[in-house]
Nanobody, 128 residues
Framework: QLRLVESGGGLVQSGGSLRLSCTAS????????IAWFRQAPGKEREPVSC?????????TYADSVKDRFTISRDNAKNTVYLQMNTLKPEDTAVYFC????????????????????WGPGTQVTVSS
């Protein structure tokens, strides 16, 4: 059974950077597309970015993070990364990584119900 754990969150000033990691155990990550979601206080969880499992490396981003965030994967390390640059206070949230069924292909409109495995989340706080 696939298990996911996020790391790399923390407190950063506006304009700063963080790199989140999503590390898998129990199964090989290369079979799965992986998405990052986030949930800010009082708001619903929203998709941030997604990367496919296939070698084409297709990725998607929410408009709010495009050109600031970069998703990547290192299958040898069973890890997916989210590099977050030029952070803004509105990026403050708990960030989750999630995996769907192995045949899933990122659409840019990722829905929570398509994802079966979730990490516990990591807090990102951006101060103004």
């Amino acid at each position: 059974q696939l298990r996911l754990v996020e790391s790399g969150g923390g407190l950063v000033q506006s304009g700063g950077s963080l790199r989140l990691s999503c590390t898998a155990s129990g199964s090989t990550l290369r079979r799965y597309a992986i998405a990052w979601f986030r949930q800010a206080p009082g708001k619903e969880r929203e998709p941030v970015s997604c990367i496919v499992s296939s070698s084409d490396g297709f990725t998607t981003y929410a408009d709010s993070v495009k050109d600031r965030f970069t998703i990547s994967r290192d299958n040898a390390k069973n890890t997916v990364y989210l590099q977050m640059n030029t952070l803004k206070p509105e990026d403050t949230a708990v960030y989750f990584c999630a995996a769907p069924d192995p045949m899933y292909y990122c659409s840019g409109n990722e829905m929570e119900h398509d994802f079966n495995s979730w990490g516990p989340g990591t807090q990102v706080t951006v101060s103004s």
